[in-house]
């Protein structure tokens, strides 16, 4: 069975960081390229960034410079470093796995950005 659970999120003030954390299990976790998607209220769910494999990267324009994702395959488990957060970063994060047509979701943190 295929699990990703995502911790890490909370309430923090604009200009704060946190970090979220995926741990996955029931994948070969080295091959899959990872993801972290968000959903805003009222919003269509939006990728965030995303690493291969390969650890190669891309992310949002609305997050460059701000955000970094990382991966240890020897923990099976996925990071997103989220420094100067605004307002506008609140959403749910979900962390996604993907390999060919396979696609798994975690349940979901919540992220909240306020003063």
């Known amino acids: 069975q295929v699990q990703l659970v995502e911790s890490g999120g909370g309430l923090v003030q604009p200009g704060g960081s946190l970090r979220l954390s995926c741990a996955a299990s029931?994948?070969?976790?080295?091959?899959?390229?990872m993801g972290w998607y968000r959903q805003a209220p009222g919003k269509q769910r939006e990728l965030v960034t995303a690493?291969?494999?390969?650890?190669?990267?891309n992310y949002a324009d609305f997050v460059k410079g701000r955000f970094t994702i990382s991966r240890d395959n020897a923990k099976n488990t996925v990071y997103l470093q989220m420094n100067s957060l605004k307002p506008e970063d609140t959403a749910v994060y979900y962390c996604n796995a993907q390999l060919r047509s396979n696609y798994y979701w975690g349940q979901g943190t919540q992220v909240t950005v306020s003063s």
């Open positions: 690493i291969t494999k390969d650890s190669s990267t």
């Open positions: 029931g994948i070969t976790f080295r091959f899959y390229t």
